[in-house]
């Protein structure tokens, strides 16, 4: 593991003092905050560095020149808000906020872990405005602010960054139309116009044109500027400035990845064969060492021309990580390997990406059938509605996002697309808690219950790679309804042993652990890994726990329901997912329709509250999730004593 | 009742044949077609006529001398397609489907009834391609159209319009750039550009500006042309069609209520003192017999002209619609007037709507607080987005849409929010089963269940008047929570009697008719009326149903259950929502899990299936949720056989 070190914010306050040029010191602050970026991402693990250093020179000005925010307070009413509409560049956000002497460098160094920064804006990190990371709200939050403040008689203007991919999504152009009537005139919308979006060029993925005359058919003052020169940057958002007559727009031209040269767009797409690969995710170890001495170098040169000291480093104390395990199956592979295979024979399939094709392991598909590939862009309401056009005109269109986007953002798109009774496959990626580092904006929580109420849906989620496959080619061969896969995105933390000959049987699961004292239903990799370390540990108590792999999460045959519940005297479901809307509210149903509860207990361990972020271990603990928590639970539960 | 005929099919058979001069048969074809919208529309009762007359004369000229679908058949592989993408135009879409012996006339006169034609189109209906009615799907669903029949080598096609109130949806911009950079070329938009939204100016609602560069930027073609002249649309239309290198659209010029004089903008507006009457709901016998009469004299002024013969109409049967009840109760005014009357005692409270004030019953509070109204326009996502923005900064946002709309479209923005730990109250307008004239598009019976799963949400359902005005001061004044207040949007089938001195306690209903053979959980006037008709029927069978009015829809005090619940030895619940994800839900997992099921039996009985549409009587039935059925099924369902 390579060294990690931190700037503290001592070395920040002696440029402060020492540095006169005005734009020196900016660019010297700067490049100090992508060094403890940079560091902080490789401690976390992951994390968004291309565009935190594309957007780290603008941040760096609105905090240190244009905004009064550090003088007046982060809480005075006056104020000036920035945040960040597409919330993933917060790590450099968060640098700057430690240099400012707002989170301290412990804080800075716990990112994406329970106790410190969650890897997307959240409300509760001192500086932070508002909750971003599901990108296209900006705008509209900022319009909030905006009008809070005037209707309170309160000052201070409103500074919100959008990516350039971002402005795929539908809501920018919402807010743009209504900031214009409304008269938002103290917003100023900032585009990183870093040219890339999650691996790609944003013109490969979508329709650029004249991102001037876009914005400004809309109503808004445009400005232009070169996002990394401190000088271009103070007059372009002077004239922004001198113009109140309507909101205004500055398009800051930028690099993604700039300031570490093999993370800079153009070279790294070139290094990358057409891919960048800097936007999400830590750097190995030499990446890192190499970026963060290429900073280092570069500000130490520059001190040293001012006849400065250089800078000063402290070393952070490694991470201790524990995890209950990963292995190498990721069930997504499984999927996107089906997928090719099932359309070689059906010319019929065609699939959809919302810009997320490598996450989704679509790329295969992409290679071998690009005429049936459609890259839509960052805007998910219009790919499930092109999905419905395709379906009506005779297609299987197979839909892939997040399912925190897909299942919500395009809910009522799905809906619309339901009502046709076309067919559709819907695959939901990284559904569910874990990972939890990216937070609330990225985490599933709500999926099942989103989809559950609308009819003519199989939700399905498989165990591990060999039901993913099973599943699959049922989703898209077998049935005859919508169908939603869910899948989680991580390495499967064990590999599950299904029943020698398990086949998809609508409504059927599998059980993976036998016992009589009680059974447990789970479904996916996560839940079904810590539902058998729940079996695993009850077992050395004498407490016999059954164990039910349930990939059916909206669908219940009552006969094997009936057998598999057998003489347990209670029943439970554990989820990663909400406790309403899920597998635990159908099996409640279903049990309590058929008469099926008579003396036994029921409980539904789920999702409760918002989802935590942090590393998996600490997250699933945090929500009584883990596999000794559910021991527990089940063995000492108050609700269920009686089954004791 | 006013007497209402249509002009059969035979009468444009005979201008076909005997009107030579093309311009001149499609202006008297046009009229025709609007002649048989209004009488369809006066017979239902309700329907959308202002903009089914500004689009006919556009639409006639698609289907008549643009597109290839009528030579070679509606479900033929080459055709051209055209759909409207507001979809509340239908009615004129129906009567140019009529004209062309495409629809019998007794399906065109059974508009907004079960076994008629939809209030907003559906696949159903021969010649209908896509489902409409929630705003801003059309051009995703053209692409979709269009890459199929690329993909399948098949000619063809695709227009569709769209409103142009409608261009304040995001979606429309993303399908916007995705079109273009896929060169999705055969897609011709037309904006039927009349100038009015549901009852205001588009230019009061939201920014205008010039459409032709705002959809140039996006890299389409456009032209411009008068959209009731057919020799410009005719030209406007080659123009485009020339241009094949990039989408086209064309931007159409047209007067909404064009035909009727009394109808037309902009003297309309001016006769509504700035509100346009015509945008939804069937006209009264006067005015219905006026503008009948205008439109009939003027075709038959043209046709004496040309030496024909008058027009002929043939009368068609009065309906005979049953109905179970009405009152002039409304819950949403009583919301109205709450809101209005708290709002005088705290300033904190600000309101945001999406172009449905009146339906919103908002307009009293528009009226006296100005400044704290916000009118967002179509757009619900940047309008929830918004009242984030204005929560963070302490004020209490009131956002208000339709259920459908506001619980599906904006649900991630909703639950964004939620993550920020702020309070904001939604307002579901228009939930539920009823009315279900206007279709799957308007009909929410999903709301609960896309709330349900999201953190720090009380959702209620008034069952009358008062209870609305209790619940609307609690949400307002009394919660600490977020809020979803669920209304009808129509009259309240009966008055609802609550007990004396009933108040908001969280999780606590009312007992509105004793028995004690089985409870009846039910909400909202109108399934509480079908509950109380089901017990009023069973009691004349010796059957004690206790029939629960539950406002709380997703909490359930444990010890009230409890208690309610009593010695019954049955268990229902009745939902105008679906059975997945509602009151049902909640009810058998809190039963499960409180052992309250032991030895009764339980049911829920919601809406089964895509909703159906039509008069409220049939409607219901269809989905066995009126009184008559509801006792029926308590009395003889197979699985409460035990209960009896």
Known sequence: MAEIKIIPVEEFRRLQESVDDKHER?????????????????????????????????VTYLYYCEMNTVKLGMDHP????????KGHDVPGQYAILHSLGVLSGDKLMRLRRIDGNCGHPDIGTPGI??????????????????????????????????????????????????????????IR??????????????????????????????????????GHDFKSLEKALARLNASTDKPGCLIADTIKGRGVSFMEHPQSLKEGDGLYRWHSGAPDDESFSAGYEEIVRRVNGRLAALGLEPVRALPV???????????????????????????????????????????????????????????????????????????????????????AFLASRANEQIYNNACERSRIVYVCHYSGLIPAGPGQSHQSVRDISLIAATPGFVVVQP???????????????????????????????????????YRAELGKGAVLADGGDAVLFAYGPVMLHEALLAQEILESESFRLRVVNMPWLNRIDNEWLRDVVGDCSAVYAVEDHAP?????????????????????????????????????????????????????????????????
Request: glycine share 10%; with cysteine.
């Open 189 to 226: 919308m900032i585009i990183d116009h870093n040219k890339v979006q999650t691996d790609k060029l944003v013109s490969e993925i979508s329709y650029l044109g004249s991102l001037e005359e876009r914005i400004s058919s809309f109503g808004w003052n445009v400005e232009r500027c070169d």
């Open 463 to 501: 165990c591990n790679a060999v039901e993913a496959r099973i599943l699959t080619e049922y989703c898209l061969n077998q049935s005859k309804e919508n169908c939603v896969i869910r899948l989680i995105i991580g390495p499967s933390p064990r590999e599950i042993s299904l029943p020698s000959g």
């Open 129 to 186: 405005e508002a909750n971003t990371g599901s990108l296209g709200m900006g705008i509209s939050k900022a319009k909030g602010f905006s009008i809070a403040k005037r209707l309170q008689g309160r000052g201070g203007d409103i500074y919100v960054l959008t990516g350039d991919g971002e402005l795929q999504e539908g809501q920018i152009y919402e807010s743009l139309l209504s900031a214009a009537h409304q008269n938002i005139n103290n």
């Open 317 to 403: 104390e490694p991470e201790n990580k524990s995890s209950s395990g990963v292995t190498r199956e990721y069930v997504a592979n499984a999927f996107g390997e089906t997928l090719v295979e099932v359309a070689r024979k059906r010319e019929d399939i065609v699939v959809l990406d919302a810009d997320l094709a490598a996450d989704c392991r679509l790329r295969g598909f992409e290679k071998e059938f690009p005429q049936r590939f459609i890259e839509n862009g960052i805007a998910e309401q219009d790919m499930v509605s092109t999905a419905g056009g395709l379906a009506l005109q005779g297609m299987l269109p197979v839909v892939n996002s997040f399912a």
């Open 78 to 85: 006056d104020r000036d808000i920035y945040f960040s509409s």
């Open 580 to 644: 309403q809307g899920g597998l635990g509210d159908r099996l409640a149903r279903d049990l309590a329709e058929s008469s099926m509860l008579a003396g036994r207990n029921f409980d539904v361990f789920g999702v409760e509250g918002l989802p935590a972020w942090g590393v998996p271990a600490e997250v699933l603990r945090h929500h009584g999730l883990d596999g000794e928590s559910l021991a527990k639970k089940i063995l000492n539960g108050p609700k269920n004593s009686a089954a004791l």
């Open 26 to 58: 900016l660019g010297l602050i700067a490049d100090m905050c992508r060094a403890n970026a940079l560091a902080s991402v490789k401690r976390a693990g992951s994390g968004h560095l291309g565009s935190s250093f594309s957007s780290l020179d603008i």
